[in-house]
């Protein structure tokens, strides 16, 4: 079965860190770029940042993570991260981890459950 | 502010269909995707380049995409249709790079 399960989420201060992971499993993991793409309480889906299947082709994020946020991954164990420094109250989100159908244009086709992050003193 | 433009609810009763609308300057010249999710649950790609069904999504879900308009077409509504819907496209004129619309809540009667 095709699947992403994340991991990390939690409660931290403003201007703490934390790492979120997504665990893939059932297919070649190597052969996917990935995205982060968020969902704030009540509100609709925000894309994070992606990275290709190899991180040497390309690494994007919004302006809004920028400089905050870095995407990684490790093909050799089949994860995606998200390091989150600096957090801020707007990052209070559900984070999910997904899979572009083929390449960058296309859409995500796999999505993980989602891990929970919420930034509050 | 959301660089697409989806109206906020669409009310459908069942076996009728639903249609929803996504707004772009010329979004006819790129390929967009739609998504459903359901309440707790994370979001299904139910149509992608613009028409196209993954597989296990029903032939009642189609899209088409001409001029300013992409729209998301839900024949025969089910109950189980009433969901969150979102397009998304990949949009290299703006900063976001992969853009998703505000969402359109779909309210069977």
């Known amino acids: 079965e095709v699947q992403l399960v994340e991991s990390g989420g939690g409660l931290v201060k403003p201007g703490g860190s934390l790492r979120l992971s997504c665990a893939a499993s059932g297919f070649t993991f190597s052969s996917y770029s990935m995205n982060w793409v968020r969902q704030a309480p009540g509100k609709g889906l925000e894309w994070v940042s992606s990275?290709?299947?190899?991180?040497?082709?390309?690494?994007y994020y919004a302006a809004s993570v920028r400089g905050r946020f870095t995407i990684s991954r490790d093909n050799a164990r089949n994860s995606l991260y998200l390091q989150m420094s600096s957090l801020r109250a707007e990052d209070t989100a559900v984070y999910f981890c997904?899979?572009?159908?083929?390449?960058?244009?296309?859409?995500?086709?796999?999505w993980g459950q989602g891990t929970t992050v919420t930034v509050s003193s | 502010s959301y660089v697409l433009t989806q109206p906020p609810s669409v009310s459908v009763a069942p076996g009728q269909t639903a249609r929803i609308t996504c707004g772009r300057y010329n979004i006819g010249g790129i390929s967009v995707h739609w998504y459903q999710q359901k309440p707790g649950q994370a979001p299904v790609l139910v149509v992608y380049?613009?028409?196209d069904r993954p597989s296990g999504i029903p032939e009642r879900f189609s899209g088409s995409n001409s001029g300013n308009t992409a729209t998301l077409t839900i024949s025969r509504v089910e109950a189980g249709d009433e969901a969150d819907y979102y397009c998304?496209?990949?949009?290299?004129?703006?900063?976001?790079?992969?853009?998703f619309g505000g969402g359109t809540k779909l309210t069977v009667l």
């Open positions: 997904a899979r572009f159908l083929r390449t960058y244009s296309d859409g995500m086709d796999v």
């Open positions: 990275i290709s299947h190899t991180t040497t082709s390309y690494i």
């Open positions: 380049d613009d028409s």
């Open positions: 998304q496209v990949w949009d290299t004129s703006s900063d976001l790079l992969w853009v």
